[in-house]
């Protein structure tokens, strides 16, 4: 059996808002965002006939709005201001530590076991967390940790010349969100 | 000895890659010893694994609220109605 598909009226009806918040949380933009909504289905309205059935609807336009996603990442990778800006950005905020590497702050753990991920207003904070972090950061995260693409490749993707970078960054920017989730989610 | 500061890059790089058996000892006998390293080390990989299932799943963490602007629908249904019109156009 072959899954019929709607009409692109329908699609954006129906998956216009579930592919909304896939982009904006994976750029940052919501005016970018918007426009990869646009082209993921004009993409889908051009490929139609070569949709197989064999994922559903939503799945199939996710994929196509996936690949959108990795072309923007790639174009905005080789916007080299942009690359000098984000590490300017990424230096100068160690303020974690003291000058012997101990912790500043003495409390413990923002998270309990219990505590549920799924709360909207977890989602909320942690959507503010991200956009604290430069752009480059942010994309870092997302593109390692939502999506799950191995660190060589978002080495090539983002023009990070070493794996050590790449760790590098990657840990400055678990030490902020932690920080900003710590501040923001559990003191409410 | 590592220093909370190395401790914390060794337990963020563990997330993504191998550790040599030289850090990996280290770490453990660090985190031993220090409450608020153990402490981190528990939120950043809840935050790894929560990120890693959402990303699974193709949810986009995000809250519901957030919904696609009345202006930018508008003109998706325009740009969509164009290229359908092209299409049947051009199938004549």
């Not at chain 2, 998706?76 to 092209?86: D, R, V, Y």
Request: proline content about 2%; aromatic content about 8%; glycine content about 4%.
């Amino acid at each position: 059996m072959t899954n019929e598909l709607s009409t692109p009226e329908q699609w954006l009806e129906k998956y216009g808002d579930i592919l909304y918040r896939y982009g904006l949380s994976r750029v940052r933009d919501p005016g970018v965002a918007e426009e990869l909504v646009q082209e993921t289905l004009l993409a889908a309205l051009n490929a139609k006939n070569s949709y197989a059935g064999r994922s559903t609807e939503q799945t199939w336009l996710i994929g196509i709005l996936k690949h959108k996603i990795l072309d923007y990442f790639r174009k905005r990778s080789k916007d080299k201001s942009q690359v000098v800006a984000d590490y300017e950005a990424d230096i100068g905020q160690d303020d974690y530590f003291d000058r012997h590497g101990n912790w500043q702050e003495n409390d413990a753990a923002w998270l309990k076991p219990d505590q549920s991920f799924e709360h909207e207003q977890f989602l909320s904070v942690l959507h503010e967390c991200m956009g604290g972090l430069s752009p480059r950061m942010a994309q870092l995260f997302i593109l390692s940790e939502l999506d799950g693409i191995k660190s060589e490749e978002i080495c090539k993707l983002m023009s990070i010349s070493t794996l050590n970078n790449y760790w590098v960054m990657m840990s400055r920017t678990r030490m902020q969100l932690r920080n900003c989730l710590k501040k923001n989610w559990l003191d409410q | 000895m590592l220093t909370c500061k190395e401790a914390s890059y060794l337990i963020s790089k563990k997330l993504d890659d191998h550790l040599t058996w030289r850090d990996r000892i280290a770490l453990r006998l660090h985190l031993m010893m220090c409450k608020l390293c153990r402490g981190y080390a528990s939120d950043v990989s809840k935050l790894h694994v929560l990120m890693r299932d959402s990303g699974e799943e193709a949810r986009a963490l995000l809250p519901d609220s957030i919904k696609l602007s009345e202006q930018s629908r508008e003109r998706i249904t325009q740009a969509l109605s164009k290229q359908t019109k092209h299409q049947l156009d051009n199938n004549q």
